[in-house]
């Protein structure tokens, strides 16, 4: 009798102990796990690996001319693909022929302005040029991230560390250019029609506004040149949606630029020679 009472109690601890540990296992289980047997977990681990994952996002290929990477990419002139040393003999020689382009087509102008009266007549249409500056300046504001787009990188050609971001030089000259081209048409239209009437104010010089302002877009067309030759140099797009520019479409916007730097030198030539003469 004693033996039996003795082993009742013994079957009754297991049993509570077995029932505590039980209790214990279940609340370390995640709870979708508790009440799932071994077997359905081992065919669910073993059914996951054949189904299909989420595919991963795709990402975009660079664009050449669009974007630090994109610019880095062959571009249609291959200059971008040479040496470091080779690259900035391409930029400084581009800056060379325009400045000798510039010089000889300013020449040509001052002969057949002195040789033609009509070259003299036709000459007070120039100053309509301000309207494609004060155009130009403002979609710097409208286009930004095109014109940010043009803007060299930092290390480009192994010379170009200019400071300041993209967006701040972009902002500039575009504030540049709508002053200047402001200043030029006002002046060109005081000096054409209203030169008994109004004296032309003398911003930066004696010269008056128009030469003052000619001046100033010669310079600032000068500063910018570089986002230009970015463009040829490494297929720089703008705007950046817009197809490639051909070499030879880089020539001519280079023989442009030399007649654009010659008008705006002979428009500007007085405040360079009052500029000159305060030295």
Same mark, same amino acid.
């Given at each position: 009798?004693?033996?039996?009472? @003795? !082993?009742?109690?013994?079957?009754? $601890? *297991?049993? /509570?102990? #077995?029932?505590?540990?039980?209790? +214990? ?98 000459? @007070? !249409?120039?100053?309509?040029?301000? $309207? *494609?500056? /004060?155009? #130009?300046?403002?979609?710097?504001? +409208? ?110 916007? #280079? ?25």
């Amino acid at each position: 009798m004693k033996c039996t009472k @003795t !082993t009742l109690a013994f079957m009754a $601890a *297991v049993a /509570l102990i #077995a029932s505590m540990q039980a209790t +214990t296992v279940a609340g370390f289980l995640p709870q979708q796990q508790q009440g799932v047997s071994a077997t359905q977990l081992q065919a669910q681990s073993f059914l996951d690996r054949f189904r299909p994952k989420d595919p991963e996002p795709e990402v975009p290929a660079a664009i050449q001319g669009v974007g630090e990477e994109g610019c880095n990419l062959p571009s249609p002139s291959r200059v971008n693909t040479l040496a470091k040393p080779f690259q900035a003999k391409a930029f400084v020689s581009y800056f060379g022929t325009l400045a000798a382009g510039t010089a000889v087509f300013s020449g040509f102008l001052t002969d057949v302005t002195a040789s033609y009266e009509w070259v003299e007549a036709w000459r @007070t !249409t120039w100053p309509l040029l301000g $309207a *494609v500056y /004060l155009a #130009a300046g403002i979609t710097h504001f +409208t286009l930004g991230e095109a014109y940010e787009n043009i803007m060299p990188q930092k290390g480009a050609w192994g010379i170009w560390y200019l400071p300041g971001s993209a967006k701040f030089h972009v902002a500039w000259t575009g504030v540049a250019e709508i002053l200047g081209g402001a200043g030029l048409l006002a002046g060109g239209i005081i000096d054409a029609f209203f030169p008994v009437y109004f004296d032309s104010p003398n911003l930066l010089s004696t010269a008056g506004l128009m030469s003052d302002s000619a001046a100033c877009l010669f310079l600032l067309t000068i500063a910018v040149t570089p986002a230009n030759i970015y463009m040829y140099t490494h297929g720089a797009r703008l705007p950046t949606d817009g197809p490639e520019i051909p070499v030879t479409g880089h020539f001519i916007r #280079a023989a442009m630029q030399i007649v654009l730097l010659g008008l705006l030198y002979q428009m500007g030539e007085g405040t360079f020679d009052a500029w000159r003469a305060a030295l």
